[in-house]
């Protein structure tokens, strides 16, 4: 009894591993929230986002954008209010609250680091085998279909939503989830001519 107490406790202070990585500083979502800072072009974070979100995103980012030049601590303060709300309204469209950005160097599940470093290098050759046998053949079929639509121009967001929601679908599967994803593919929601 006492040492299960012990072991509980223990469990409790360790720091947890997280599974999902678009609420981590360094996660995808956060770093092209950064990008739409630092070039002032929104659809870097846009893509992320729902398009029933959208009007709040850009109305959080003008407004960041001209209080960012009123300082340093404003442009701190700004940048923390965009990359807040960028996840915030990510994850509200994946159904999931939002508890914070995680910090930087936040322990990451493993198979979400190799899923990600699966598109990074154009193949999911170290990612399968850490999948179970019966999930493999999906799992390459998420992947694939995300690696095939990961090249878009940034201002096609359609197209970059696209990519957005099958890799969310890639990520949730590698991650243990069977259910196809609901960050929808809203692009028909909002036609935009090819570029």
């Known amino acids: ?3 299960s107490r012990i072991a509980t406790l223990l469990a ?11 609420d981590t500083a360094d996660g995808p979502a956060v770093k092209d929230g950064r990008k739409a ?5 929104i659809n870097f974070a846009l893509k992320w986002i729902p398009v029933e979100g959208e009007a709040e995103m850009r109305d959080v980012f003008a407004k960041a954008m001209s209080v960012r030049t009123l300082g340093a601590e404003a442009a701190e303060l700004a940048d923390r209010l965009v990359l807040e709300t960028l996840v915030r309204i990510h994850r509200m469209g994946e159904g999931v609250g939002f508890t914070g950005i995680q910090p930087v160097g936040a322990q990451i599940d493993p198979v979400v680091k190799a899923a990600d470093e699966a598109i990074a290098a154009g193949t999911d050759a170290d990612l399968l085998p850490m999948a179970p046998e019966e999930r493999r053949a999906e799992l390459d079929k998420r992947f694939q279909a995300a690696l095939a639509i990961k090249d878009f121009a940034v201002d096609d967001l359609a197209a970059a939503r696209r990519y957005v929601a099958a890799y969310v679908r890639y990520f949730k599967y590698a991650e243990g989830e069977d259910h196809a994803h609901e960050h929808a593919d809203h692009s028909h929601e909002h036609k935009e001519s090819p570029r």
Do not use: K, Q, S
Not at 12 to 22: D, F, K, N, Q, T
Not at 37 to 41: A, H, M, V
């Open 12 to 22: 409790a202070l360790r720091p947890g591993i997280v599974r999902a990585h678009c």
């Open 1 to 3: 009894m006492f040492i």
């Open 37 to 41: 800072l630092e070039t002032g072009n």
